[in-house]
């Protein structure tokens, strides 16, 4: 099925990628104490840090064995089929000037943060501008990223070379358990969700899965040359749906409730370039307007419906 959510995303899970690679300014130092501490240096430094960045994206759903599912996640997961890969490349000038363009399944997408205003164009088409204005500051603080960077307990693997450039490698296994303390030690802070942790503790027993991250930085200068993520995870939704629905946590059903799994596979890649160099982003000319950002998600990879 090639409908406009399928296509859509691998483009949202990219689009995801690079705005945490890139919400993570100047660079790192290798004699930091800890690898976590030059790990969370680097990051800090990409946000505001002048560099282009080469990204891609692969993403696998396997929902074979779901059933009983309600119509709308029904519909949802028809859509989205068994995932799909994407490409893209960023380039940004600043912390508040960046462009992101996105390729997947043919189709082409174009995002521009300029000074506080979003701009998106499909195809190469005319720009049209996001009707509501974005977030004075979408930088992850300093406090919740080294917060975030413990959790996950990055280990020295070591010197290697990446596209002629000294580098050490800095990498964290990434289990169920870590992401329930990275919920817990982020919960109600502006990076986290208070009810994110507990959900989490709550589905824990019905998940199974692993994944690592990792890191590639300069030995020059300490900051980001290349950064990796991947993973798979198994989520048992009729045993999850049976306890949730015992503990009164899910609504009474009308009918059975869900049963299967669901299975999840992600890989995510960023590459460095110009890295403080000159990069200019320019201020598109929007011909049209999009509705709040609650309707993007219609509107992704479908012809656009923006008012003049």
Same mark, same amino acid.
């Given at each position: 099925?090639?409908?406009? *959510? ?19 300014? &100047? ?13 969370? #240096? ?6 505001? #840090? +002048?560099?282009?960045?080469? !990204? #891609? ?12 599912? &309600? ?22 000038? /600043? +912390? ?34 996001? /009707? ?9 603080? /300093? ?22 450039? /000294? ?61 990796? !993520?991947?993973? +798979? ?24 409730? &869900? #049963? ?30 999009? &509705?709040?950002?609650?309707? *993007?998600?219609? *509107?992704?990879? +479908? ?6």
């Amino acid at each position: 099925m090639n409908s406009p *959510w399928r296509r859509s995303a691998p483009v949202l899970v990219l689009a995801a990628a690079a705005a945490v690679v890139a919400a993570c300014g &100047p660079g790192a130092v290798l004699t930091a104490d800890t690898p976590d501490q030059a790990v969370a #240096t680097a990051l800090q430094a990409v946000q505001t #840090t +002048s560099l282009r960045m080469s !990204l #891609t994206g692969d993403l696998g759903l396997d929902t074979t064995s779901l059933a009983n599912l &309600p119509a709308s996640v029904q519909t949802a997961i028809a859509q989205l089929g068994s995932g799909g890969s994407a490409t893209g490349q960023l380039e940004q000038e /600043s +912390s508040a000037r960046r462009q992101l363009t996105v390729s997947a399944a043919g189709s082409t997408m174009t995002f521009v943060e300029y000074d506080g205003h979003g701009y998106v164009s499909q195809g190469g088409g005319a720009y049209a501008e996001l /009707s509501t204005a974005l977030p004075s500051s979408a930088a992850v603080s /300093s406090t919740d990223l080294t917060t975030a960077v413990a959790a996950l307990s990055f280990e020295d693997e070591g010197s290697a070379t990446v596209d002629g450039a /000294s580098v050490e490698h800095y990498a964290a296994s990434i289990t169920v358990s870590t992401l329930e303390k990275l919920a817990q030690d982020l919960g109600g802070s502006a990076a986290g969700s208070a009810d994110l942790g507990p959900m989490l503790t709550l589905l824990a027993p019905y998940v199974t899965g692993s994944g690592s991250a990792d890191l590639w930085l300069s030995t020059r200068d300490g900051s980001l040359v290349r950064a990796a !993520l991947s993973g +798979s995870l198994t989520v048992d939704v009729g045993a999850a749906a049976s306890a949730l629905a015992g503990l009164g946590v899910l609504p009474a059903a009308s009918g059975p409730l &869900p #049963t299967g799994s669901l299975g999840v596979t992600v890989s995510l890649g960023a590459d460095v370039s110009d890295y403080g160099g000159p990069v200019t982003v320019s201020k598109p000319d929007a011909t049209s307007t999009l &509705p709040a950002s609650g309707s *993007w998600p219609g *509107w992704l990879g +479908s012809s656009p419906t923006p008012s003049a």
